[in-house]
């Protein structure tokens, strides 16, 4: 089992920074492949970048390559997500998961762990 709870979200305007966290519980976190989706008002959950479970190997959305880096530190049981030159239409809940294979990551369904979310909100 593995319990996840996002953080840093907040309110910022165009062009600005946010650093989200996701603090996992559980022995077993630095087995699992992370991801970070996000979901809008009215559309579905989409997917934002993700990570295997040593950090080595990243995978972005088109939206988010070059603005946000994806990273992880296993011995605080955490990953981050450091999103810069943030955008108005970045808006949206964000949420972490987790899943024991670095496969099929930028699919939701296949994640077995979801944190609450965290709410991003970009003012033009």
């Known amino acids: 089992q593995v319990q996840l709870v996002e953080s840093g979200g907040g309110l910022v305007q165009a062009g600005g920074s946010l650093r989200l966290s996701c603090a996992a519980s559980?022995?077993?976190?630095?087995?699992?492949?992370m991801g970070w989706f996000r979901q809008a008002p009215g559309k579905e959950r989409e997917f934002v970048a993700s990570i295997s479970w040593s950090g080595g190997v990243t995978s972005y959305a088109g939206s988010a390559k070059g603005r946000f880096t994806i990273s992880r530190d296993n011995a605080k049981n955490t990953v981050y997500l450091q999103m810069n030159s943030l955008k108005p239409e970045d808006t949206a809940v964000y949420y972490c998961?987790?899943?024991?294979?670095?496969?099929?990551?930028?699919?939701?369904?296949?994640?077995?762990?979801w944190g609450q979310g965290t709410q991003v909100t970009v003012s033009s």
């Open positions: 998961a987790a899943k024991p294979t670095f496969l099929e990551t930028m699919t939701a369904r296949t994640y077995d762990y």
């Open positions: 559980g022995r077993t976190f630095s087995s699992y492949a």
